[in-house]
């Protein structure tokens, strides 16, 4: 962090952030979620990074979500923080506990683990082997062995799933075509499909 720090002032570490945000890409139905969030007063998208809050500011705008995603984390050391596992996790207990949120975390590597343990419903983003957490297989299996409950999207939907030897539901995020009654969202929805073990 602080080689960044010490090489560039603002103007380039807001240029080099943004060199970093083209080369993202938003999981299809990752962005199609948040866009359906972004339609309802009463649902809110909070990003918790342990990388720099300006990059992913960066994608978000990029995706026309950054009015509608609020990012939470530390771009440069004056900042004064930085968000770690414990941090994120203390943000989801908060939400819940303080402002009587009802918290779906979703989280792809080991420091996220403390997060989906304490929210509602823990989603865990399993993405392409060759890119993915190595150690989040093995952190991932203790968690569910001590307690968590938690369900996988998979990214792409032919990327293998994780935690092999444990049960966690796989979902997929699709179009809700129920027009529902009164109040019934229908728009986008993580839907289970099947108990992988």
Request: charged share 25%.
């Amino acid at each position: 962090m602080l080689l960044y720090e010490q090489a560039h002032d603002d103007y380039a570490f807001d240029e080099l952030c943004g060199k970093v945000a083209e080369s993202v890409v938003l999981y299809p139905d990752i962005l199609a979620l948040l866009q359906e969030v972004s339609k309802h007063d009463h649902v809110m998208a909070v990003g918790f990074t342990s990388g720099l809050k300006r990059v992913w500011e960066k994608v978000l705008a990029k995706a026309g979500l950054s009015e509608e995603v609020e990012v939470i984390g530390g771009n440069r050391v004056t900042d004064g923080y930085v968000v770690t596992g414990v941090v994120k996790a203390a943000l989801v207990s908060h939400l819940r506990d303080n402002r009587n949120a009802h918290v779906i975390a979703f989280g792809d590597s080991p420091p996220n683990l403390r997060m989906l343990e304490d929210a509602d419903e823990a989603v865990v983003v399993v993405g392409d082997e060759n890119t993915r957490s190595k150690s989040m297989e093995v952190e991932l299996a203790k968690a569910i062995k001590s307690g968590l409950k938690a369900r996988q999207v998979i990214f792409p939907p032919d990327a293998a799933s994780r935690a092999k030897g444990v049960s966690l539901v796989a979902l997929r995020v699709s179009k809700n075509k129920h027009a529902g009654r009164g109040g019934t969202d229908t728009g986008n929805k993580l839907f289970n499909t099947t108990f992988l073990a």
